[in-house]
């Protein structure tokens, strides 16, 4: 499977952006699709998650951006999504998609993840 991840920008805090993360190669709900981000000189962190078609584990959330981001999927665009409003200068990063076939307990481990997107950049600014 090959990922494209996009949709990133530049807005002012308090804004939103909507990143997409489109699948070729495979069918997108047959993986978990995490969302991960990384800013300068800071590790890759855990994000969102959504659990593959049929699997009935649903989402989760790092706390920070609990009831701010929604992740969600389009199987018939076989596109992941992260809805990302009330931006804050501290979401600032590049983000990352990646696709896991893991058992869902370890959907924040960044080390679980086969396939990656390229990253896309998102800055927030006060």
């Known amino acids: 499977v090959q990922l494209q991840a996009s949709g990133g920008g530049h807005v002012q805090a308090g804004g939103s952006l909507r990143l997409s993360c489109t699948a070729s190669?495979?069918?997108?709900?047959?993986?978990?699709v995490g969302w991960f981000r990384q800013a300068p000189g800071k590790e890759r962190e855990f994000v969102a998650a959504?659990?593959?078609?049929?699997?009935?584990?649903?989402?989760r959330y790092v706390d920070s951006v609990k009831g701010r981001f929604s992740i969600s999927r389009d199987n018939a665009k076989n596109t992941a999504y992260l809805q990302m409003n009330s931006l804050k200068p501290e979401d600032t990063a590049v983000y990352y998609c990646?696709?896991?076939?893991?058992?869902?307990?370890?959907?924040?481990?960044?080390?679980?993840?086969?396939?990656w997107g390229q990253g896309t950049q998102v800055t927030v600014s006060s």
């Open positions: 190669g495979r069918t997108v709900r047959d993986f978990h």
């Open positions: 990646g696709v896991t076939q893991i058992l869902w307990a370890y959907v924040e481990e960044t080390q679980r993840y086969t396939k």
């Open positions: 959504i659990s593959r078609s049929g699997s009935g584990f649903g989402t």
